[in-house]
């Protein structure tokens, strides 16, 4: 089945380059044709057994593409829109779509599908066409919820603990983990992981569904700042452990700050780029919780001695 399907989008990719050889390309088809301007399909997923391939599309349909290349559309928006819970903040809108949040999981039957409702968690059937409640996680965003291997639970994070909802009848949750407070999170993603290192979960089923392991983070040593959200109409104001007060400045202590540029590149600005308005930490220094002044000239020397102590280092062990 998976050749036949791999042949007719083979056989599908020729008839398009021929086509192309025969009709030039011009920019009024570019621009006319939506093929090519229209969006690219939102939470594309296989279904566990491999038949069907799934997408939302920008109606907001989930629709299911077969081997056979069929389209059809498996939940319509308007049953997805009945298990909607309330309606999410824009910080959490922005939060879900910038790390990827997904808003569906196959179970690993291929048989239902857990949507993620702004934090509301249904199990839907695919048989029945019928949406059952399994939690409210408290939070629009960051709820990381899983399905055991074997499909006999739904896992998610709630008040920075992990909690277990047997499938499929069993009404409780059970909290797994204790944490003693917002400073402690079970198997929870915080904000840096997220943001710089990339990382989208902090907890993992074992293959044999008996066993989570998790990454427990502890920070309460490190000092609270208050981040201002301007993303709302209202302005709001949240406390974030930021980990620049665990390490005091002094006098005789020079810190350095980088900035990043994109999504992960890092550097260190120059003071000409300061003096041109091309660097943003003297505008972001209160948003990211810095202390101290920012002193441009004092950049550069600075990174040419660590660079040539480090230079030093590498010839004194080469001779050693």
Known sequence: MTCRFLARALSFCIAISATAQTKPLTVQAIFNDPSFTADAPQGMEWSPDGLRMTY????GDLMAVDSSGQTSVLVAKEKIGSMHSKTASEQDKDHRNRYNEASYLWAPDSKNLLFDSNGALFLYSLKDGVGLAVAETGTASGDDPKFAPDGSAVTYVRDHDLYLR??????????????????TQDGEVDWLYLEELDVRSNYFWSPDSKNIAFLQMNEAAVPQYPI??????????ELHRILDGAFPASVQTLRLYTGYL????????????????????????????????FEPGRIEPAVCECLKSALDELERANTE
């Open 228 to 237: 201002t959200d301007w993303i709302p109409v209202h302005a709001t104001v």
């Open 262 to 293: 994109g999504a992960a590149f890092g550097y260190l600005p120059t003071a000409k780029q300061v003096t041109e308005g091309g660097y943003e930490v003297n505008g972001f220094q209160s948003l990211f919780g810095l202390s101290g002044r």
């Open 166 to 183: 047997r499938l499929p009848n069993t009404q409780q949750a059970v909290r797994l983990t204790k944490s003693t407070g917002p400073a």
């Open 56 to 59: 939302l599309n920008p109606n």
